[in-house]
Structure formats: C-alpha cells, structure tokens
C-alpha cells in the first residue's frame, strides 16, 4: 500500500450504519471503520480500505429523495427532515475494483457528511485531484466494428463502455465501420487527429490492426518518414490506443490486460494507463507490406488461415476445422531464414518469468536497446561485418514470430509465454520438419506446463530483425529433386509419416501477420522498440491476501 503523503481532508463520515475516519492525500482515498462492529465481528481488528486516486472513477451528485426510496446507487443525496430541513447529505464514489482472472469493475462507496459545507468541500476536493491527473483521455475517437467476431461490437459499446465513458466524463466521437480498412483508411487521411487524446477500438485483433496501420502510417507521413524503406527510423505515435474487445481471440487484450472483458479494457481507459508496445515492420524488396504486433507465422498457421478464409461462413469454428485439416495434410516447407540476433539484452525465449506489469526486462532492455537507435544503420553494419547475421536453411512446418506471448483462451500459455512487449525484440520459432505426432505434442505444449521449445525439432531465438527467402524463390531444381523422390514412396505407400502421399504438395506457404495474409512470402521483418502506447498497464500479479487487501463495495 502506498504511503498517503500529506492529507488534503480528514473527517469523519458514516457508512450505512457505521462511523468512518475518511482521509484524502494526492495519492489516496482511505476511509477506516472507528469502533468495529462487537456483535458480528468480536476478534477481527478494523481493516482500512483504500483507493488510489488515480482509480477513482468519479464522484457523483443525486437529486433531492425522500428517506423511504433510499438507496445506494452512488450519488448524492440530500435527506431532509419532515420540518423540510436539510439535515445532512450523502456522496458516493465510483472506483476500479480488482477481482479474479484480472477483471476490473466499477465498485462505489457511498458516504454521509454531518453537513453540507463538508460534503462540498469533498467533493470539490475528489474533483480537484481527478482534474489534474493529465494522462487521463478526455475525448476520444471510437471506432466500432459491428461485424467481427460474433457481431455484437455495437452492443457491447452500447450496454458496458458508453455509460463508464459518461460518468468519467469522457467525451467521445463514435464512428461504425461500413467496410474493410474503413478505420485504416479515415486515420490516414481524415481524421483530425489534434482534437483527441486516444483512439479506441471495438472489436477483434482485426480491428486493432486497421488502427495501427492507420495511426502509424499517419505519424509517418507527418514526421516526413517514408514507411517503404525498411531501414528508417521510424517516429512513436503520441496517441495511445485503446482496445474494447469484440473479437474471436482478442490475443492483445489478453497480452496487455490479462482477460478479453470490456468492462475492463474501458477502465484501463478511463484511468489513463499506458502501456507501450513494440511493432514488426515486413516489408519485401524496400516495399512495405504491413506492420505486426503480435503473430508472424509461415507455415502451419499460415496454411490455416488461409483454409479458413474460405469458411467465414462458420465463424469463429472455422479455425478449430482449418487446424485439423492442416494438421493432418502435414505439410512442411524449404527455406532460408536469416536473423540478427538480439546482443546484451535481458532475459532469454526460455525464461521461467513471464511480461507483467513494470517487467523489469522490456525496460532494461528498452534503455539498451534506445541507446543504439540512432546508430542502428551502423550497428547492422558491424553485425554483418563481426559476421553476427546467423543463416539457417532446412525444411520447416512452421516458421514463427511471436513479439508477445500470443496468448488467448485456445492457447492460455501462448506461442511463445516469456515473450515481452516492449523490450525491442522479437522470438523467432523454427519447428523443423517432423512425424504429425512428434509436431503434435509440440501443439500440446501451448496447453500445458511443459515446456514447448524443449524438443529437438523446435528452435526459438530472441532477434531484433529477420529475413525468410523460400526456397522456390531460390531454384526450382530441388523441388523437381523432391517431386520424384515423394513420386517413388507413393509406390510404396499411400501414407508417409513426414510428408503427405500427394505429390502435388504446394512449395511454398504464406505469411499469416496478425491474421491477415501477406501476399508476398520472402520477406524483411524489423522491429521497432516501443512505437505506440496502449491504455494498459500489462498483466498485474495476483495480489496475496486480495480478500483483505482490496477495497470492497459498500
């Protein structure tokens, strides 16, 4: 708990039936029962509950009542006596609640002052430390997707963030998206970005990704940067973004918040978190192709979501069908993969500890990693010339690059569980060709507590930039090699254990960035530490004793 600093108001103030000492610094809101009830309570001290300030929600006003339709719905009341006098009067304050599986709500405590002079006081007091606290959003640009996932993008708005958005006083300008790359599109070109201080999205990791390529694409072309050349620094974006999850996996919120609940992604909102995030720039021969922050996959997950695009008359089942079918078609593709590997950071794809809120890693590593962005053309120099450019050519099942844990209720650990999110770096995983049952315990794994990279067919590797050339891009003499060789099993046998009997197998994949499909696959991936900020805080640690430590509704 943190220290309250120097009071600003201390009284004593009634809950329901009991008497509070209640005090308010700039850091927090505590309020301790003085004489603990002897009846239901005998042995149990008085535990006080706090509230941090910049958790606090609102405080709100309530017309006049009469006594007989009171009720504690947080706001404040004048209850007058029969002669029509005003005898006291009552406030509530709205404020984050902690509970399981990392979900937040809006809990409130109401209080009764002896006087009307000291309930002003408190709330003008209340009011004064909410007003400067400046990294709280006060209009933002919503953009809302009426069609992802199971299309409930307008109701969730609607029924869970709208009215949060009300009583924290955030104005909003609302816009529904009529077609793909809408959102994208207005951003780039349409928006007034100067008159707002977020930019949130209601929807999937679709949606999300139509945000990005539009605020980032605009802050480049602002900043006079050409996003076509892969070796340009690119500038940060200074609007944060905000994601209300309406979507099929909602794999960022679940990387940044912890749960796919929009109630709690529109408080991570409302308190003005901020999380930043590193972004993958993928480009193919100096022209840029898109921008990827969670999910970069050739192979397997690329052959799914390309199946699966061809069923989006399933929804979201489309995906369990198109794993199967791939699974059990086993295809395994031939290419070279190059990478820089990340020098003196922090932290290995292996590590036991996972990103969390305040990870000490992303910003260790980030401090190293923004000391040598300015020199990041010589620096890739002297990696090339030290010989540090690694090569690894072979037959690959899936070619994988996570910069995050991927996380999502069909993966709880994720793709790759010790990946950070702001630590300049990206963990580049290599299944090579195997037996389905061998590449199944290695899908199993995503499951589990074992760990997924400790087979002898997985490699993972921490990089800051990589690039893929498959190998029909190189010659097509081993395809023809490989062609004839499948030609003399199939003689033997209708079913082979590494490679399906069909010889028509197709020699190269495609790209799956973030579940949209590249339409070149030999391509340059850079990443780029830090490049946007979300209203987040990263996944918070389970607090011991949360029952007794937290602040409940009262």
Known sequence: MDRPGRLILVSELRVRNAVYDVSLSRSLLIWKRLAPCPVYHPFRPSVPHSVPVSEIISVREEEEESSSRRKNDG???KIKERDGKVCRQTFTVSYVERCRQHRWRCAEVTFTCPDEALCQSWICSIREQLVNITSRPKKLLVYINPYGGKRQG??????????LFAEAGVSTHVIVTEHANHARDHLRADAE????????????DGMFSEIIHGLIWRTQIDSGIDPNCPDEMLSPCLLRIGIIPAGSTDCICFATVGTNDPVTSALHIIVGDSQPMDVCSVHHNNTFLRYCVSLLGYGFYGDVLTDSERKRWMGPARYDLSGLKMFLTHHYYEGTVSYLPARGIMGTPRDAAKCRSGCAVCQHNGQKLSGKSEKYEMDEASYENDGEWRTI?????AINAASMSCACPRSPKGLSPAAHLADGTTDLILVRKCSRFDFLRHLLRHTSKDDQFDLTFVEVHRVVRFRFTPRHCQSDSDLELDLLENGKRQIFSQICRDHPACVCAPAYSSWNCDGEILTHTAIDVRVYRQLIKLFARGIEEPQVFEDLCNPCAI
């Open 75 to 77: 706001s404040w009341k």
């Open 193 to 204: 970005l100067k008159e707002f201080d977020g930019v949130v999205c209601v929807g999937g």
């Open 154 to 163: 307008k109701h969730i708005y609607k029924q869970k963030v709208a009215p």
């Open 393 to 397: 050519r072979g037959k690959f099942l």
